[in-house]
């Protein structure tokens, strides 16, 4: 999102249920608005691809989802529909490890970048911590879908570090020892190292980087905390032409109550 343009105050409305997140046009980011039901943006991204396809746009769609979205039926269907007609989608699997409680050793009897074979396409799995690997693998799989190669399934294999949300206790399901060995595998940090060593940066621009991320945090937060809540009525809005008796009582209640 940030990358193409979207401010990030406005794509974090969305967390803060105020708003949609900023994309009133995905064309005109070329980013989609989030799907909060798991898988439920997989079987979008295929009918995007489908269009580009078939308005030969010579361009493709790239879809991002957990491992635990490879246990619904949208990848499934998404990934059938895309084999079957050689739509132009790179599936991106982000597997890091854990679908809230649930280890990815009960989702999937094999590994999940092979699941492509079943759909007659190709399936990556990559380092997901190495951040030029990851490039790279996006990379090919984008140019082969742009030039009429069909879709891919990259498989990016990485780790959860955190919660996967504020209501969830991970220390009841994993161990700190495991956390703790995928720490060090953190890739950030493995990035700068590597930017260090090669000489490509130095402490300076390391230095300069963090002072602007910083900035950047800090209008961030200021920008979303101001932002104010929805009216409330705008609950009872865009569903019925007409609403019901019930909905109105409701509406007039919630009215009172502001």
């Not at 190709?122 to 140019?143: K, M």
């Not at 990485?158 to 995928?182: C, L, N, P, Q």
Request: charged residues 20%; aromatic residues 10%; negative net charge.
């Amino acid at each position: 999102a940030v990358v193409r343009g979207i401010d990030p105050v406005e794509y974090l409305a969305f967390y803060r249920a105020t708003w949609h997140g900023g994309m009133w046009d995905p064309m005109a980011h070329r980013f989609a608005p989030v799907c909060v039901p798991v898988a439920s943006q997989i079987p979008h991204a295929v009918g995007l691809a489908t269009g580009a396809m078939l308005d030969d746009a010579g361009t493709c769609a790239l879809v991002y989802f957990g491992d635990g979205a490879t246990s619904q039926g949208d990848f499934h269907e998404g990934c059938n529909w895309a084999g079957v007609f050689n739509v132009p989608v790179v599936f991106f699997c982000q597997n890091n490890q854990w679908a809230i409680s649930m280890p990815v050793q009960g989702q999937t009897a094999v590994p999940i970048h092979r699941k492509a074979q079943a759909y007659g396409f190709p399936g990556v799995q990559v380092d997901g911590n190495d951040v030029l690997a990851v490039h790279a693998a996006v990379r090919e799989a984008a140019d082969r879908a742009r030039s009429g190669g069909g879709p891919t399934l990259i498989e990016a294999v990485t780790y959860r570090i955190g919660a996967h949300s504020t209501a969830d206790d991970a220390s009841r399901y994993r161990s700190a020892g495991e956390v703790e060995r995928w720490r060090e595998l953190d890739p950030v940090a493995r990035f700068r190292r590597r930017l260090h060593e090669s000489g490509v940066a130095n402490e300076e621009l390391f230095a300069s980087v963090d002072a602007e991320a910083k900035e950047l945090v800090a209008r961030v937060r200021a920008g979303v905390l101001a932002t104010g809540p929805r009216p409330a009525g705008e609950l009872f809005e865009w569903v019925y032409v007409q609403p019901p008796g019930t909905l109105e009582r409701q509406r007039d209640e919630a009215a009172g109550d502001a």
